[in-house]
């Protein structure tokens, strides 16, 4: 290793003894937090099972960024090189339209073998995967609605195809000895003001109940429930609201997904986690970007990302939680963006972890807000930076923007000449 990077290593692990923050034991903490990198980032949520259909569910991708993968075998590859400049073991989170068949198989008939290739790729990579069905881009979808369809045919198909995704959830779990997070996200919801805000919401509960009859052992498989507070297309409602979701995950012992775009404007994830985890057993974050709306940017350093990872870290929530991403941005090389979202939402928690959290909250319960303030402001300047060289190096991976020029002779090597 670089000599330089221990010295600073060393020099900041000096500055932050000082207030009893054992910064190697930080690092050994930090490398057992598996983030979930979304497949979808990969091809513009395009999947392989429905070419010719546009994306719908009231999400949308912006940018024609060149070279983003069509076939499973890209994806993999984009995935590996991506993984390769990002410290530590992680896990990968399909969509079911990403199935890897030559069979011309719909949602309902899905079935584990569909995904052996990608099991095999796990494995062989030390990957987890996780997974969603996809209630979206798909001709029974069209008119908006999927598991809260008034018609019970519409409604049966959707069923089918939630059942059929925690089997093959259930058989990910078991073939790599890592528990899979399916999650559901249904982006059922009207354009203009409903008369009957109700109903829909009594069908999906009935489906999703329905979906989740079947016992699974969660040591290979968890559900999590996502709410939204509006899409495109579905501004006025949306069937699978917070308080809907919130109040099912409780009930049903299920998982609560919070995805930070999809809430109010000023409305922050971070302020939701310690309540959620009063309630809910277990929580998935879809630690994204909303820019005015929820435009799933690519994750950066900014407050909010910041503000979750202190959340998680000062409460001990990690272990209740499972970090997810979920951006898309079309605009720019699309590896890339898994790298600068990984890589972020890894370095917040790590910045998190080397704050002086019981100092913190001594002097919070001691009403000593001016030491709180101090120190918090203190601590943004504390060289972070040079701890995170050092896990990077460590890791085999590249130091700060070094990754930045791999990224773009595999434009150049590969991704261009798609
Ligand atoms: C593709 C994902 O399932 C999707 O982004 C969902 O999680 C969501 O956040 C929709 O807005
Ligand atoms: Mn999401």
Not at 77 to 90: C, M, T
Request: a negative charge; proline letters at 4%; aromatic letters at 10%.
């Amino acid at each position: 290793m670089d000599a330089k990077i221990v010295e600073n290593y060393e020099y900041a692990k000096g500055l932050y003894s000082q207030h009893g923050i054992d910064v190697d034991q930080v690092l050994n903490k930090l490398a057992d937090i598996k983030i979930s990198l979304h497949c979808w980032q990969g091809d513009d949520v395009r999947g392989f099972l429905f070419r010719d259909k546009a994306l719908g569910g009231g999400i949308a991708v912006t940018g024609s960024y060149p070279g983003r993968a069509g076939t499973p075998g890209e994806l993999r590859q984009d995935l590996e090189k991506a993984l390769s400049l990002i410290p530590g073991k992680h896990k990968v989170n399909l969509h079911a339209i990403y199935a890897d068949t030559e069979e011309k198989v719909d949602l309902d008939q899905l079935e584990p073998r569909h995904f052996q290739s990608w099991v095999d790729w796990a494995r062989e990579q030390g990957l987890g995967l996780d997974f969603n069905p996809t209630c979206f881009s798909h001709p029974k979808a069209e008119d908006g609605f999927t598991l809260s369809h008034p018609d019970r045919k519409i409604r049966d198909f959707w069923i089918a195809h939630g059942q059929a995704s925690r089997r093959i959830a259930e058989y990910f779990g078991k073939e790599l000895g890592q528990t899979c997070v399916t999650n559901f996200w249904i982006p059922d919801g009207y354009k203009d003001t409903p008369v009957d805000r109700l109903s829909p919401r009594r069908r999906l509960k009935e489906a999703l109940d329905e979906i989740f009859r079947e016992a699974i052992d969660p040591r290979y498989n968890i559900d999590a429930v996502e709410s939204k507070l509006f899409g495109i297309g579905s501004e006025s409602y949306v069937v699978g609201s917070h308080e809907f979701y919130m109040g099912y995950a409780m009930s049903a012992g299920k998982a609560l997904c919070l995805d930070a775009g999809h809430f109010h404007p000023t409305e922050v994830i971070s302020n939701k986690i310690s309540s959620v985890l009063m309630f809910v057993d277990q929580l998935l974050l879809h630690v994204s970007r909303p820019v005015r709306w929820d435009s799933d940017h690519v994750v950066v350093m900014d407050d909010e990302l910041l503000e979750i990872a202190r959340e998680l870290v000062r409460g001990e929530l990690l272990s209740r939680t499972h970090v997810g991403l979920d951006f898309f941005d079309g605009s720019i090389n699309h590896v890339a963006a898994w790298v600068i979202g990984t890589r972020n939402t890894i370095k917040a928690l790590l910045r998190a972890m080397l704050e002086p959290v019981e100092r913190l909250k001594a002097a919070e319960l001691d009403k000593d807000y001016t030491t709180r303030l101090a120190l918090t402001e203190e601590f943004k300047s504390y060289p972070f930076g040079a701890v995170w060289d050092y896990y990077c190096a460590r890791s085999g991976v590249p130091v700060r923007e070094q990754w930045l020029s791999e990224v773009q002779a595999y434009e150049r090597d590969v991704l261009l000449k798609r």
